[in-house]
């Protein structure tokens, strides 16, 4: 069999992160509002609706540690899974079936990202094309962009949510007509034998970088969330806030492209450090100012700095912990699903208890702030 082009391999990565993430985690977002018209979900039953969608990603993540992720089977069955529970949505008004199926979509996306992120990471190092994995990881605000402009079109021709669903859905099928062609033909090489206890090796740091990490995933799944919210309640004419959701994709699309200079050229922890930076401003940009400027800028800078974040960061732990760093990424990881989920569920609460979102940005940006102040001091003996 004729070994697979690295370019095939980087853009069949793509196209699968980009349904995992763009459909399976976030096609909520840009939905949201138009649930809102269509049925009257509350900004809290929203933020419900998104925190069990990422507690059904972090069950997931935890599932992919000892499920057979060399399976094809298991890919397959993923991307069905995104793809019905998504639909799924277009076809009940009922909130209980909504949480199940939104807790389905998140377990379904983060057995999907592991399994395509192990079968591409690993091609391309097989095939010394390892920059092209920066191509696959733009698969996330590649998704997030597209599903962003379906549903600012069918704002614009008055369809509600159900067609929405139905159609991301339908759309989060159509690419296992070229993704699995070529990540179904990827051999996994074998398992590793268990690395050495490494609890000595790991320093003072740790904890500093988990807490770190967890603030970074409390920032941005808030305007990752009710973003498109927040731009109606500013702009309710959908021509104009239905552009916030794809904006910010494209912004995580393109800075996903240029991380890897950016990190070359500054190092992990001070990209890691500007990006709070640069986020925490986002945040704040919309509870100081109300108009749309301030909601497409929030949208850039978030947008532009969510997965730089998610890269930069852990990275750090592969360089702060001295031999295996399983055990810090995990913690880390595990903090960081515990602020998606945490999130919105605030959010929520404090938006229908009457404070708006306000309250919430600026929290948010001040634990970002701070965070970024403890990223300045330097690594030392291992952290």
Request: with cysteine; net charge positive; hydrophobic share 60%.
């Amino acid at each position: 069999m004729l070994p697979l082009p690295p370019l095939r391999i980087a853009l069949a990565g793509l196209v699968a992160l980009a349904v995992a993430m763009g459909i399976g985690r976030f096609a909520f977002t840009p939905i949201l509002p138009m649930m809102q018209d269509d049925y009257a979900v509350s900004v809290g039953n929203g933020g419900w609706l998104a925190s069990v969608n990422y507690i059904g990603y972090l069950l997931g993540a935890l599932a992919g540690t000892v499920l057979p992720l060399r399976s094809r089977a298991l890919l397959v069955t993923a991307m069905l899974a995104v793809a019905f529970s998504t639909f799924a949505m277009g076809l009940t008004e009922n909130y209980g079936a909504w949480s199940l199926l939104r807790f389905a979509a998140g377990v379904a996306s983060a057995l999907m990202f592991i399994a395509v992120s192990t079968r591409c990471i690993s091609a391309l190092a097989e095939c010394g094309r390892t920059p092209l994995t920066g191509l696959v990881y733009a698969g996330v605000g590649s998704g997030i962009a597209v599903t962003g402009l379906i549903c600012l079109a069918l704002m614009q021709h008055d369809s509600g949510s159900a067609w929405a669903w139905r159609i991301a859905g339908i759309l989060a099928l159509l690419p296992a007509l070229f993704v699995l062609p070529v990540l179904g033909r990827i051999e996994l090489p074998a398992a590793a034998a268990p690395a050495p206890d490494t609890r000595k090796h790991i320093g003072g740091g740790a904890a500093l970088l988990v807490l770190c990490y967890g603030v970074s995933g409390f920032g941005y799944i808030i305007p990752a969330t009710f973003l498109p919210v927040m731009a109606k309640a500013v702009v309710p004419d959908a021509a104009l806030f239905g552009w916030s959701w794809p904006v910010f994709g494209a912004a995580a699309l393109v800075s996903t492209l240029v991380a890897a200079t950016l990190a070359a050229n500054f190092g992990h922890r001070r990209v890691w450090m500007a990006s709070h930076w640069l986020m925490a401003a986002g945040l704040v940009l919309p509870a100081l100012f109300s108009g749309l400027a301030a909601i497409i800028l929030s949208a850039l800078l978030v947008g532009g700095t969510f997965v730089v974040t998610t890269m930069a960061s852990l990275q750090v732990a592969r360089e702060s912990a001295r031999g295996d760093p399983a055990r810090l990424v995990a913690a880390m990881t595990a903090a960081f699903a515990l602020g998606q989920i945490i999130g919105p569920l605030v959010a929520g609460g404090l938006f229908d208890a009457g404070y708006g979102f306000n309250a919430v940005l600026v929290l948010g940006a001040v634990l970002l702030v701070l965070t970024a102040l403890l990223l300045l001091r330097e690594p030392d003996n291992g952290s």
